[in-house]
């Protein structure tokens, strides 16, 4: 079922994904072993060739850097949790990618605001807990990827990053009070309206939070092909999410839902439709208009063997999962 998820997402995602540069890394190194620290020679090569994979820091040596190479166009720093503050140059004029992970950071720097051709910012795994207005400086940002952190909400502001094509804020924090359910998480409750004002927007990715809705606005990301939304706090879903006519993929897994808008059968492009472990005993009767469904995931919902017979019978190229292959 798992494989079978990622799978169909893998294969929209990376039709769309943005190219980040091969220095990311694709999966979290080995916690318990950390990295041999980046020594002076290994700096001053990367220096050299403009971009910088750096592990293990306690500091970022920025005047050395920036003596020797302004032109960098690649910060990638990395299992540093001695590394608790962070001042780039305003000097670094070419930098379009930049990755903090793992690191003791509290707070994004206030010079990341600074660069004017930052195009992929992916902040992950550090304990910031704030996402300032600030960010609306970052006019030229294509991907914005804030995974694991305490943040708890969103700015107004995002909705000024006009450039933006990818989006993902997830969460791996979970509640920790007495008697909350194991898969709560304690992520974003909310989105901001302007989210819809995000016009350009392919990949929306909102997994492992708190939401209990998304504001009709989402309505208006006419670009979106992927949104994912799993394991979150949705019972219902506006009708203006009818108007996403490019939509490939509709992630909803694991949230309290209990019925999909009519308009869903307006998804005419939509390829994948997970709908596992929500609380859904119905689907809409428009849903046999989506004749591109490729593959639709109803394990653990309270659809009946009938109805999803019946279903079959009326979607005969769609993929019915429901814990097996539905005949």
Do not use: C, W
């Not at 990622?6 to 769309?16: D, E, G, N, Q």
């Not at 190479?69 to 004029?93: A, G, R, Y």
């Not at 974003?188 to 302007?194: A, D, F, H, N, Q």
Request: net charge positive; glycine share 4%.
């Amino acid at each position: 079922m798992k494989k079978l998820r990622l799978a169909m997402l893998s294969a929209i995602f990376l039709s769309t994904a943005i190219p980040l540069p091969a220095q990311m890394p694709g999966r979290d190194a080995d916690p318990h072993q950390m990295p041999r620290p980046t020594t002076e020679a290994d700096l001053n090569r990367m220096i050299k060739q403009g971009r910088l994979r750096l592990q293990n820091i306690s500091e970022f040596p920025t005047e050395k850097i920036a003596a020797e190479n302004k032109m960098l166009t690649v910060i990638n720093i990395s299992q540093s949790p001695k590394l608790t503050s962070l001042q780039l140059s305003e000097d670094f004029q070419q930098l379009h990618t930049l990755q903090i992970s793992e690191t003791g950071i509290t707070e994004i720097p206030a010079s990341v605001f600074q660069l004017a051709e930052l195009k992929y910012f992916v902040l992950r795994k550090n304990p910031v807990a704030t996402i300032p207005a600030q960010i609306k400086k970052l006019q030229k940002l294509e991907g914005l990827n804030l995974q694991y952190l305490p943040i708890q909400e969103v700015p107004a502001e995002i909705g000024q990053l006009h450039q933006l094509t990818r989006l993902e804020i997830s969460n791996s924090y979970r509640s920790v009070k007495p008697g909350s359910p194991a898969n709560e998480f304690t992520g974003i409750k909310t989105l901001p309206k302007s989210i819809g004002q995000l016009s350009g927007l392919k990949n929306l990715i909102l997994d492992h939070n708190g939401l209990e809705n998304i504001p009709k606005e989402t309505g208006n990301l006419a670009e979106l092909t992927m949104l994912s939304l799993s394991d979150n706090k949705l019972k219902t879903l506006p009708p203006e999410i009818g108007k996403l006519s490019k939509l490939e993929a509709l992630e909803l897994s694991n949230n309290p839902l209990t019925a999909l808008p009519a308009s869903i059968g307006n998804l005419e492009s939509l390829k994948l439709l997970n709908l596992s472990y929500t609380s859904i005993a119905k689907l809409p009767e428009n849903i046999i208009r989506l004749k591109n469904l490729e593959t639709l995931l109803v394990s653990g919902t309270k659809l009946t063997d009938e109805q999803l017979s019946e279903l079959k019978k009326k979607m005969p190229h769609t993929r019915i999962f429901n814990g097996k292959d539905v005949e």
